[in-house]
């Protein structure tokens, strides 16, 4: 079954810290990996993209890496600020065109 | 990037009542759009994969007579809960993927759907 998990559930840090949130999908013949942000009550915004053949993405202080072997995905936010505050979800593709498969998602809360 | 638009926002109906939920891609044509639900805390559940001009793909344990997709153009896809009930109360989203994006997918900003 293709599941896909994201550690922590929730995230509390104090303003300017840099932080990591976890992905993990257990089949590792993905097409693509995509995080995205939500704030409460809203859709989904696209924050990165990441191929099968790439190993990692960067937008300005956003940076997510790829290792499909193990199965793994990292996105990593330097220097986080009070407006950096959403969920972040991970999802993951399989077939060009076809369904997203997300994980659980990761409450991020930023403290000023 | 490409734009997607759900209408409405937040719909409050009557138990038994129908509710159609408008999914546009405004700057960009898509053949698939997909149907989201979310509810609080929780994370998107893929309920139906539309197809233009096709039947739309159901997941299973998605009732397809309770959740009936039209796709009817390039741009729209449409979802309508028939004889909606209090359960039926949730957020949904639609997404469509932008083709030459190497399968990036846009998400609509969402539909609050309140049953009494």
């Known amino acids: 079954k293709q599941e896909v998990t994201q550690i922590p559930a929730a995230l509390s840090v104090p303003e300017g810290e840099n932080l990591v949130l976890n992905c993990s999908f257990t089949?590792?013949?993905?097409?693509?990996l995509q995080w995205f942000r939500q704030d409460p009550g809203k859709g989904l915004t696209s924050l990165l993209l990441i191929q099968s053949s790439q190993r990692e993405q960067t937008s300005g202080r956003l940076n997510a890496s790829l290792d499909k072997s193990s199965g793994r995905s990292t996105l990593y936010i330097a220097a986080s600020q009070p407006g950096d505050s959403a969920t972040y979800l991970c999802a993951v593709m399989y077939n060009q065109g076809g369904k997203l498969i997300f994980g659980q998602g990761t409450e991020l809360s930023v403290k000023p | 990037g490409a734009v997607v638009s759900q209408h409405p926002s937040r719909v409050i109906c009557k138990s038994g009542t129908s509710v159609k939920i408008e999914c546009r891609s405004l700057d960009f044509q898509a053949t698939t759009m997909f149907w989201y639900r979310q509810f609080p805390k929780k994370s998107l559940m893929l309920m139906a994969t539309?197809?233009?001009?096709?039947?739309?793909?159901?997941e299973q344990g998605v009732e397809k007579d309770k959740f009936l997709i039209n796709h009817a153009s390039l741009t729209l896809s449409t979802l309508t809960v028939t004889s909606a009930h209090p359960e039926d109360s949730s957020f949904y989203i639609c997404?469509?993927?932008?083709?030459?994006?190497?399968?990036?997918?846009?998400f609509g900003p969402g539909t609050r759907l309140t049953v009494l």
């Open positions: 539309s197809n233009e001009g096709s039947k739309a793909t159901y």
């Open positions: 997404s469509a993927p932008l083709q030459g994006s190497g399968g990036e997918q846009f």
């Open positions: 089949d590792s013949a993905i097409y693509n």
